[in-house]
């Protein structure tokens, strides 16, 4: 247990050119599982992403109309994303109240398992039940990751460390888009099938760490000292019931509806937007039907890894310039930015080349986002609410973010009417183009909330 504890120098020391250094081996343990944890969680949604439309395609039979099988992806991801909240909200609770670690790899149990069973789904109702139900592990590993690091790590590391483990998503977002240009390369039919079942095998593998590592000392100290005191742990009424920590959290969730709403909402619709592209590229080149489906899945997996490329870079800029000028300017201009660049991808977006353009651009600063929710959350609550109070911004949103799909597939339908083809295109991009405008509800938001650069966790 003595190795938990950081010797003063590690906790004091500077850390302008390594935060690494000064961990000791329990918080390097919790750093790497951590990370892991959330990048297989985020390589299990990205699989979804990619998977989802040729999945609904096989699943509702040959001859389904393409703006049903779109609407239908788009309720699939609403189901999705509702689990994502609910489980969001219940781990959250349960991570505060059980510990960090143990609750993390219960939620990793649960969506490796499911990501996997969604690949065996036979019908469309079994594939929504499957969605939901890894949407609740899902939503739980965000909170929980983010509460092991902050209550581990030493202060001067722990921005960087969290700045960082939010970066190593893209890096689980671009092993599912490799993966998806092999099994697209090869042109099975049954690709998407194969992709939900390599989504779980990592999550499942790394369970097994999990579940060994133990709880932070000071979650630990603190959770006997509050048996004693009477201190409530994991609960919602004394995050509502008290003003100091209400209002970081009903702001907080504000914040975190305009990033999440517009990722998931628009920002991961653009594999359909590159199918209408590069679907149009193929039949001028005049490729066999029997192929089509291979090549799109081939080209929507490159779309991406250059999209991810540019979220990881997006992440840590995010994470430097957070240190340097604050997080709430850094959230305002990337916030502005993001909204502009999802409008110019989805308005402009006509040929294949542009894809190494302007997806990588969109990414690079929807995601930075991400990492600043990383960051920031756990500095607004104290240590027996930190997951609860992350949890529920980041999670409750999703309650929000779910109408971001429904309401592009309906918006989308209504746009269109029973026009033409082109005329269809045109009224998803111009959907995706208004419900982008979610992005500036951070600006909003950040009046209201605390500037946290330079201070000390907060505690009771």
Known sequence: MEDKVPSPAAATSPVA?????????????????????????????????IARNPAVASLMGPGAPPERITQCGAYVTSVFVVGWATGGLIFGAVGDRMGRARALAITMLLYGLCTGLSGFSMGIADFYVYRFVTGLGVGGVFGLAVALCADSLPDDSRPRALGLLQALSAVGNIFAGVAAVILGWLGHAGAWRALFLLGALPALVCVCFQFKLEEPEKWVAARAQGRLTGARFGSYASLFGEARWRKPALFGMLLCVAGVVGLWGVGFFSPELVNDVIGKALKARNVPAAEMPGKRLMWVGLTMIVQNFGSFLGMLAFTRLAQDYGRKKV?????????VSTVVTFKFLTEPWQI??????????????????????????????????????YNVGRFVAAIGPFTLGVLQLHLAGGASAPAKTDAFRNA????SLIYLLALFALPFLPETKGQPMPED
């Open 356 to 393: 190494f353009i302007l997806c990588p651009i969109m990414g690079f600063f929807q995601l930075s986002l991400f990492a600043g929710f990383a960051i920031y959350l756990p500095e607004l609550f104290p240590l027996r609410l930190r997951s609860t109070g992350t949890s529920f911004c």
């Open 432 to 435: 995706c183009c208004w419900v």
């Open 331 to 339: 959230f305002a201009f990337s916030a502005v930015c993001a909204y």
């Open 17 to 49: 050119h390594s935060w690494w250094k000064p961990l000791n081996r329990y918080q390097k343990n919790v750093f790497v599982l951590a990370s892991l944890a959330w990048l297989f969680d985020c390589l299990g949604q990205q699989v979804f992403v």
